[in-house]
Structures are given as C-alpha cells and as structure tokens.
C-alpha cells in the first residue's frame, strides 16, 4: 500500500486544531495566573493558603482532565468527518457511475475530485471494469464461433472453440 502525501488543505486543518488548543492552553495558563495570589503575611498564614489550594487540587484537576478529554472527542470528532466526507464522496460517485455503468452497458467513467486521494483507485476501477466487458465480448464471440462450428458440423473446430471458451471463462471467475 503506497503512501500518500499529506495535502495542503489537511495541513491547514491540522493547524488551526492545534493553534485552537495552543490558545485555550494560554488562557488557561494566564488564568491560573491571574487567580494565584502572591501569599502575605507570615508563615501560618502561607500554610492555611497552601492547605486551601491543597484542598482545591482534586476539583481543579478533575475539571482541567475533563476539558482534556472533552478536547480530544472534540478532535478527533473533527477529523473523522473531515476524513469520512473525504473518503465518502469518492464512494458515492463510485457507486453513482457503476450503477449508471450497469444500466447503460458501457464502462462508466469514474469521476472524482481532482482533489480527492482517490485518483489511482478511480483509473484501476475503469481498467478493470475496461477488462470485464473486453473479456466479455470475447466469451460472446468464442460462444458464436463454437456454435456456428456446431451447426456446420465441423466437431473439431468447435471443440476448439469449446475449449478457448472454457480458459475465458475461467479467467474471469473470483
């Protein structure tokens, strides 16, 4: 499976993700900041501040796992519908042009974004699709010939064709 590179558009959203938490982070950081006091006074009262804040850790850091949590479903979200409109839309014009392939008789061609990473899929799809109906007509033409040779009467010649008919037909089973 070959890798494919990382386009533009995917950087940028990648970037504005992590710039998003790179300013919640500094808020958060100046926020704390803000809220820490410088403590006053003598020593009592410097170990009152910090059993006060030893009391408000717990709370402080369950609420601060919470946004870290709620942060990553938040991404992770986001990326997976940015990846499943990425991956869905090629399927659906996929799907699209088979079934209008199937009504029609002739190899549909597979349209998809010049965008999208589908391109090398879409060419091997037409190829094989391309193959199917050649191997197609072939069977149908080796199937006219052995029965023309039947109804001539020539037992060879349509044993022959028989044959050839037998290696199509082989060729194209799963």
């Known amino acids: 499976m070959s890798k494919l590179p990382i386009r533009t ?28 006091r410088p403590v006053d006074g003598d020593y009592v009262a410097m170990i009152q501040t910090l059993s006060a804040s030893r009391a408000q850790l717990p709370g ?30 090629p399927l659906y014009r996929f799907c699209i042009d088979l079934e209008h392939g199937i009504r029609e008789g002739q190899v549909p061609r597979i ?15 037409e190829e094989t699709v391309s193959g199917l109906y050649l191997l197609q007509d072939e069977i149908a033409t080796a199937a006219d ?8 009467g020539s037992a060879e010649a349509a044993d022959t064709e028989g044959q050839r008919l037998l290696r199509l037909t082989d060729a194209c089973q799963l």
């Open 145 to 152: 010939e052995a029965l023309r040779h039947l109804r001539d």
């Open 111 to 125: 349209r998809v974004r010049a965008s999208d990473a589908a391109q090398d899929d879409a060419r091997y799809l």
């Open 60 to 89: 402080l850091m369950a609420v601060g796992g919470l946004l870290l949590v709620l942060g990553t479903a938040l991404t992770t979200w986001l990326i997976a519908l940015y990846s499943s409109f990425r991956v869905a839309g």
């Open 9 to 36: 558009g995917q950087l940028a959203l990648i970037g504005r993700i992590s710039l998003l938490f790179a300013v919640l982070a500094i808020a958060g950081l100046v926020g704390v900041l803000l809220l820490a």
